[in-house]
């Protein structure tokens, strides 16, 4: 159910023949939820109660010139929701408090699903054997370079790992499976704050082991790529030129 109101008073609700674009009271229900009944009760305070399965759903709303009654009468008994924004952050009620939402986000790298060859895991030593075995029996022609690239690709499917990960949560080890497999079994917060030290530890490691293991002897490149990931460092945006090409050749036509 949704409901949306904006009234300044009851008078404006109650008017017949009255409509404005603004200012009104809607409530839409699902037309696929069996069993439901609608009941409006207006008393200077505003509440529609919706029946859903034995459940009671009741939305409130009042004008901020309204005063609170000590009690939200009728009360409904167990079970019964109460929803609403209540206005109470308005400057009449003197309450300014807005809501604050915290949680812990875990980041996730979305993968392309393009299987991608694993050179860090390639057993280079049979790859090289069984192509030298095989590539003897093609003759060296033009003809059979298709027969030359079928038998490398199918060489190295057999000696290097292909495949894509559909998810990939950075520092994410069979540690960190067992205890998420713990917490949605017995949901402990200490089995999280396992998770995440475990998860923060992982990373601490690899990025010793990155900064450990740069090299600038033979190429500097891969080093200053490391260091501006590690830094979080924004990547230079190029400008496009405000000069487009047809106004040079223009010019130059002019001119010549």
């Not at 095989?134 to 495949?163: C, D, E, M, Q």
């Not at 205890?179 to 030290?197: A, K, R």
């Not at 190429?219 to 000069?243: F, I």
């Amino acid at each position: 159910m949704l409901q949306e109101t904006h009234a300044a008073d009851s008078t404006q609700l109650i008017q017949d023949n009255w409509c404005h674009h603004a200012l009104g009271t809607a409530t839409y229900a699902r037309s696929d939820i069996e069993n439901a009944l609608l009941i409006s009760i207006t008393n200077s305070i505003h509440k529609k109660v919706i029946f859903v399965g034995g459940i009671k759903i009741i939305t409130v709303y009042k004008s901020p010139t309204i005063t609170w009654d000590n009690e939200l009468s009728p009360t409904w008994s167990h079970a019964a929701i109460y929803c609403g924004d209540f206005n109470t952050i308005t400057i009449t009620t003197g309450d300014t408090h807005t809501m604050t939402t915290q949680e812990i986000r875990i980041p996730i790298i979305k993968s392309i699903p393009k299987p991608r060859w694993n050179f860090m895991k390639a057993k280079w030593d049979n790859f090289k054997t069984d192509l030298d075995k095989s590539i003897r029996f093609i003759p060296t022609v033009t003809s059979n370079h298709s027969l030359f690239v079928g038998l490398v690709i199918s060489t190295a499917k057999k000696h290097i790992p292909r495949g894509f990960c559909k998810e990939y949560i950075p520092g994410w080890s069979e540690t960190c499976e067992k205890l998420y497999d713990d917490f949605l079994v017995s949901g402990e917060t200490e089995v999280v704050d396992d998770l995440l030290n475990n998860l923060d530890a992982a990373r601490l490691s690899n990025w010793k082991e990155t900064t450990e293991n740069m090299n600038f002897t033979h190429s500097s490149r891969k080093a200053w790529s490391v260091l501006r990931k590690l830094a979080g460092a924004n990547q230079c945006k190029q400008e496009n030129p405000q000069v487009k090409p047809e106004a040079i050749a223009g010019h130059m036509v002019r001119t010549s």
